[in-house]
Nanobody, 122 residues
Framework: QLHLVESGGGLVQPGGSLTLSCAASGFTLDYYAIGWFRQAPGKEREGVSTISSSGGSTYYADSVKGRFTISRDNAKNTVYLQMNSLKPEDTAVYYC???????????????WGQGTQVTVSS
């Protein structure tokens, strides 16, 4: 059974940084694109960033371009999201999910983790 676990969330001041991790168990990440998504209270879940199975292709939402960096370490079966220059509007529960290469929207992803809360506040 595919299982993903997110970690690394927390409370950070505006302008601060956090690194989220998405660890897989029960399967190898090598064959999957991994996407990070977030959901703020009262809003729909939105795509943040995606990395292809090889790591050679990445996608970022306009709202996080230049601030967030996605990476993967297939040897550790883990995908990371480095978040810099955080803003209050980045506050949300962040989820990772597995999907096929070439897609960026949540409808194409599955095996969702439980999420990790990121709160940006002074």
């Amino acid at each position: 059974q595919l299982h993903l676990v997110e970690s690394g969330g927390g409370l950070v001041q505006p302008g601060g940084s956090l690194t989220l991790s998405c660890a897989a168990s029960g399967f190898t990440l090598d064959y999957y694109a991994i996407g990070w998504f977030r959901q703020a209270p009262g809003k729909e879940r939105e795509g943040v960033s995606t990395i292809s199975s090889s790591g050679g292709s990445t996608y970022y939402a306009d709202s996080v371009k230049g601030r967030f960096t996605i990476s993967r370490d297939n040897a550790k079966n883990t995908v990371y999201l480095q978040m810099n220059s955080l803003k209050p509007e980045d506050t949300a529960v962040y989820y990772c999910a597995a999907g096929p290469d070439g897609y960026y929207t949540k409808e194409h992803f599955a095996s969702w983790g439980q999420g990790t809360q990121v709160t940006v506040s002074s």
